[in-house]
């Protein structure tokens, strides 16, 4: 039953027109509602998909795959269904689109609905993404805070410290060396190497 | 471009390894693909040509899915028909699978350690510079004017203070998108005006398209 509802949640995603990063918000909020993941969990496993080979929305379907299904009792086994289900059913609906649009491609490009649907659909997954880009960064630097419910937020507890690597690291993903921006994997490695020495060897409270 | 083009010259075999790779060596969004592949299918094995490579990125761009996934399929497809496209798809998403199956035992097995913990606390700030940056960068190819700002400022509230189903929100967003272009579109007729000139230009150069 677990694997049915991961199917059906990930083939559902994987309609999602825009990308990888335009699935975040709603891989975010189907793993929270149900449960298998924390907001803290799913960032952490944003962080892993982005440092790991493979696309990140591949990447982190299979991380979530694999959580789910290891939680069913099944063991490795479990885990390794769980990723497979995700997987095929977040590839499946574009794999049967982009073939009917291959196709039927000249018809596609000069249709005016798919053109009109498109222009609506360009800035609502923008403004999905930036909802997203609200979320993690206020989550990291004002873990209690909540948007759903803001009359139960507290804002005592601010981490300073993620609101500076953040400050700082935004005009360094952006700088150019030799005309090549710095990979982000670099830029993940580095920030986890500062982590370590911030909040591990220094013992800064989190 | 015709809709298909089929070349039995390239074995299944190539395009699976082909992807495979790719997989392998891509971190990071759909758009980190795109240049790999380029270089790979269109400078070194001219599998296709550049047209159909742009071609191949506005596909996988307006259609749903992982764009990398979204631009193995097709290559596939064009190349090999639908055992191709299956072919490259199971390609580029195989690294993934196994680095992932296996990684995970590891990160949940060190989940509760403290320099694990030190470490992730400086890795979700990172996570957050990124979508950062992947926002302003599908921002800066975003249509301009008034109906593109309403709509992303809604969605962005919506997403951001409701649990309101995000599937939902794309999907009035697609709906809006055409009722916005039938209704330019019917007063631009009404008013007996010519198209605008960037309109104009687009159509004079998908007719060049069709000449070719």
């Given at each position: 039953?677990?694997?049915?509802?991961?199917?059906?949640?990930?083939?559902?995603?994987?309609?999602?027109?825009?990308?990888?990063?335009?699935?975040?918000?709603?891989?975010?909020?189907?793993?929270?509602?149900?449960?298998?993941?924390?907001?803290?969990?799913?960032?952490?496993?944003?962080?892993?998909?982005?440092?790991?080979?493979?696309?990140?929305?591949?990447?982190l379907a299979t991380f979530v795959g694999n959580t789910v299904g290891s939680a069913t009792g099944l063991g490795v086994f479990g885990g390794i269904l769980g990723s497979l289900v995700a997987t095929v059913a977040v590839v499946l609906p574009s794999l049967v689109i982009i073939i009917?649009?291959?196709?039927?491609?000249?018809?596609?490009?000069?249709?005016?609905?798919?053109?009109?649907?498109?222009?609506?659909?360009?800035?609502?997954?923008?403004?999905?993404?930036?909802?997203?880009?609200?979320?993690?960064?206020?989550?990291?630097?004002?873990?209690?805070?909540?948007?759903?419910?803001?009359?139960?937020?507290?804002?005592?507890?601010?981490?300073?410290?993620?609101?500076?690597?953040?400050?700082?690291?935004?005009?360094?993903?952006?700088?150019?060396?030799?005309?090549?921006?710095?990979?982000?994997?670099?830029?993940?490695?580095?920030?986890?190497?500062?982590?370590?020495?911030?909040?591990?060897?220094?013992?800064?409270?989190? | 471009?015709?809709?298909?083009?089929?070349?039995?010259?390239?074995?299944?075999?190539?395009?699976?390894?082909?992807?495979?790779?790719?997989?392998?060596?891509?971190?990071?969004?759909?758009?980190?693909?795109?240049?790999?592949?380029?270089?790979?299918?269109?400078?070194?094995?001219?599998?296709?040509?550049?047209?159909?490579?742009?071609?191949?990125?506005?596909?996988?761009?307006?259609?749903?899915?992982?764009?990398?996934?979204?631009?193995?399929?097709?290559v596939g497809f064009r190349t090999r028909g639908v055992l191709g496209a299956v072919i490259a798809t199971i390609g580029v998403v195989l690294p993934s699978f196994v680095i992932i199956s296996v990684l995970s035992y590891f990160i949940r097995a060190f989940s509760q350690n403290t320099?694990?913990?030190?470490?992730?606390?400086?890795?979700?700030?990172?996570?957050?510079?990124?979508?950062?940056?992947?926002?302003?960068?599908?921002?800066?190819?975003?249509?301009?004017?008034?109906?593109?700002?309403?709509?992303?400022?809604?969605?962005?509230?919506?997403?951001?203070?409701?649990?309101?189903?995000?599937?939902?929100?794309?999907?009035?967003?697609?709906?809006?998108?055409?009722?916005?272009?039938?209704?330019?579109?019917?007063?631009?007729?009404?008013?007996?005006?010519?198209?605008?000139?960037?309109?104009?230009?687009?159509?004079?150069?998908?007719?060049?398209?069709?000449?070719?």
């Amino acid at each position: 039953m677990t694997y049915l509802v991961l199917f059906w949640e990930y083939f559902k995603i994987g309609f999602t027109i825009g990308g990888g990063y335009a699935m975040l918000p709603m891989v975010i909020q189907i793993v929270t509602k149900r449960g298998w993941l924390s907001e803290q969990q799913i960032i952490e496993f944003i962080g892993i998909a982005e440092s790991t080979p493979g696309p990140m929305a591949i990447n982190l379907a299979t991380f979530v795959g694999n959580t789910v299904g290891s939680a069913t009792g099944l063991g490795v086994f479990g885990g390794i269904l769980g990723s497979l289900v995700a997987t095929v059913a977040v590839v499946l609906p574009s794999l049967v689109i982009i073939i009917v649009v291959t196709m039927l491609f000249d018809k596609f490009r000069n249709n005016k609905y798919v053109q009109g649907a498109l222009r609506g659909i360009r800035p609502v997954v923008v403004g999905l993404i930036l909802s997203v880009v609200v979320s993690i960064t206020a989550k990291v630097v004002l873990p209690d805070l909540n948007f759903k419910d803001l009359s139960a937020s507290r804002i005592d507890k601010f981490n300073w410290i993620s609101l500076l690597i953040i400050i700082a690291f935004v005009p360094l993903s952006r700088i150019k060396v030799k005309g090549k921006k710095i990979h982000p994997i670099l830029l993940i490695v580095c920030s986890a190497v500062l982590g370590i020495v911030i909040f591990g060897a220094f013992g800064v409270q989190q | 471009m015709k809709g298909q083009i089929r070349d039995n010259r390239i074995s299944l075999w190539q395009l699976f390894w082909t992807f495979f790779k790719t997989g392998l060596f891509t971190f990071g969004g759909g758009y980190a693909m795109i240049s790999i592949l380029e270089e790979e299918l269109v400078a070194r094995k001219k599998w296709i040509t550049s047209q159909d490579m742009l071609d191949m990125v506005f596909i996988a761009e307006s259609t749903p899915g992982v764009i990398a996934v979204n631009t193995a399929t097709g290559v596939g497809f064009r190349t090999r028909g639908v055992l191709g496209a299956v072919i490259a798809t199971i390609g580029v998403v195989l690294p993934s699978f196994v680095i992932i199956s296996v990684l995970s035992y590891f990160i949940r097995a060190f989940s509760q350690n403290t320099w694990y913990r030190a470490a992730f606390t400086g890795i979700q700030a990172c996570v957050s510079v990124l979508v950062i940056n992947a926002f302003v960068k599908m921002f800066g190819q975003l249509e301009r004017g008034w109906f593109s700002a309403i709509l992303l400022a809604a969605a962005f509230d919506v997403a951001l203070f409701t649990d309101f189903n995000v599937i939902f929100i794309i999907i009035i967003g697609g709906v809006l998108g055409i009722l916005y272009t039938l209704a330019a579109n019917a007063i631009a007729k009404k008013k007996e005006l010519p198209l605008s000139q960037s309109d104009r230009i687009d159509n004079e150069s998908d007719d060049d398209r069709g000449a070719k």
